[in-house]
């Protein structure tokens, strides 16, 4: 899943302009591999009044189903708690209270991490049994100091709370117990991965791919805790969450020509104009924007034969350029869950970019290919402007990204 | 010698009607044949569009259109021309 929520603002040096900053919020879970059901949940709650984003990850004691409702109710009150715009502090307090410690093992019952991040930037952490979270800023993990609060029952369990003010391309990554503990008892980690091992793994991503988005970042620490397993197997619930404060990722898909000819210009000037990603799906839309603009286009005719779309084409100053209808719609089966194929295609190129981005302006051209209507043709295809508008809501909807949908 | 240019047309139309068969066209020439082909792909030849130039898919083959191409004509016409060349 994926959560980008405008935040709050920040002075570009050179130019002075205020440039809105992106949260993306992003999770990866592997669970214990003996079980069906994870026991680690993860909750969001984005408020769009107010532009508040809270999330919550939970550890239930134990793993599979009793897990997993120990950790979905935690992480249900906590969300609930923190919804109400009183101190959540005074809240985590009541949970950990009201969460009994297991008799058997003395732990608790759930462990939880809230982040609670302000349209102004300020970020709360509260953090109760869970690892401590990692703090990401210019390549170096940051120790934020901490205020401790103890329960009321007298045992081991402390609450731990962080308040400090985001920064631009700052990440908080946290997760549960299953991470750092990746590799217990190996040779290799007979304490685990511990929290340095995590640190340094996440530093080492970032500092090889420092643009690396929340979605691909989580990944990447679930597969790190998972190499350190000698079987490759969780032994545990492995979840992490990243929560990376970006300028925006901008990005124009444009499909179709326009209804009239004597917007072919305009068209073209707007794919040209445009700052960010740019997507050209169809094959006349492309050559409008490139007998415009001048310039060639190539088609890469064998690299993706077999991959049951046809291939994409070149051209110079745009992203991707992909036939129109057949890869449209293999996109939305993509964005809708349809598992990716093990051989790229056009419309495993284009997922990739729209899931990448935060802003996605979405341009169709309304014009109807008279030889789509051909009875013959032996699969429906779809007119392309309802296609793009279950594109637009998708993305919307399953993503949160903010969508704008253009016709011409 | 002078190469003989074939165009495979890969727009929606011609791919679902049959291109997606042709792009294992430099496969299926013989190495000698494939040698001296040079293979070009188009998003859209816009010959779908008016039914003079017959059924997709179409292939242009040193500027001839061939229309509803299957890889037997396709590779009969880059016979014929490199037949007529020599």
């Known amino acids: 899943m994926n959560l980008c929520n405008r935040n709050f603002d920040r002075k570009d040096a050179g130019t002075g302009i205020l440039k809105p900053l992106f949260k993306e919020l992003e999770f990866h879970q592997v669970r214990k591999h003996s079980q069906h059901t994870a026991g680690d949940a993860f909750m969001v709650h984005k408020d769009s009044k107010n532009n508040r984003l809270l999330t919550v990850l939970s550890d239930g004691l134990g793993s599979g189903v009793k897990a997993n409702i120990l950790a979905n109710m935690t992480a249900r009150m906590a969300i609930k708690f923190a919804e109400a715009d009183t101190d959540f502090v005074h809240y985590a307090k009541i949970i950990m209270n009201s969460l009994p410690v297991c008799q058997v093992r003395k732990i608790a019952y759930a462990t939880f991490t809230v982040v609670d991040c302000r349209p102004d930037g300020s970020v709360q952490i ?55 503990e990746a590799g217990m008892g190996a040779a290799a980690t007979p304490l685990g991965w511990r929290n340095k091992g995590c640190a340094d793994f996440i530093r080492n991503v970032v500092s090889n791919d420092p643009m690396v988005s929340a979605r691909v970042l989580a990944q990447h620490v679930v597969r790190g805790a998972l190499q350190n397993e000698p079987t490759r197997q969780a032994c545990d619930d492995i979840t992490c969450g990243v929560l990376y404060f970006r300028t925006p990722r901008c990005t124009l898909l444009a499909s179709g020509p326009p209804f009239s000819k004597q917007r072919d210009p305009d068209y073209a000037h707007i794919i040209h104009s445009f700052e960010g990603t740019k997507i050209i799906s169809g094959g006349t839309s492309a050559d409008i924007v490139a007998r415009e603009l001048g310039v060639g286009i190539k088609t890469d005719l064998f690299s993706f034969r077999g991959s049951g779309l046809p291939p994409i084409s070149h051209m ?16 939305l089966n993509l964005l809708e869950g349809k598992p990716s194929p093990a051989q790229k295609n056009a419309a495993t190129l284009m997922n990739e970019l729209l899931l990448n981005s935060d802003v996605i302006h979405i341009l169709v051209g309304t014009q109807i290919n008279q030889a789509h209507q051909d009875p013959s043709l032996p699969m429906e295809l779809e007119i392309r402007r309802s296609l793009m508008r279950r594109i637009a809501t998708t993305l919307e909807e399953r993503y949160l990204k903010e969508v704008k949908l253009e016709f011409i | ?60 083959v040193d500027g001839h259109v061939i229309a509803d191409a299957t890889l037997m004509k396709v590779q009969d016409k880059i016979r014929e021309i490199l037949d007529r060349g020599e």
């Open chain 1, 126 to 180: 509260v953090e109760q049994g869970n690892p401590p979270f990692i703090l990401l800023r210019d390549g170096e993990s940051v120790e934020i100091p901490w205020k401790e609060y103890g329960g009321s029952l007298g045992d081991y369990r402390k609450l731990r709370v962080y308040r400090f003010n985001a920064q631009p391309e700052d990440r908080i990554i946290f997760f549960s117990d299953g991470v750092t």
């Open chain 1, 316 to 331: 110079e100053g745009i992203d991707l350029v992909t036939e129109g209808i057949l890869t449209l719609t293999e996109t």
């Open chain 2, 1 to 60: 010698m002078k190469k003989v240019n074939v165009t495979i047309c890969t727009g929606t139309t011609c791919y679902l009607m049959g291109a997606a068969n042709l792009l294992t066209l430099d496969e299926a020439l013989d190495p000698c044949t494939r040698e001296q082909v040079e293979f070009s792909g188009s998003h859209c030849l816009g010959l779908c569009t008016s039914e003079e130039h017959g059924k997709a898919p179409f292939v242009k």
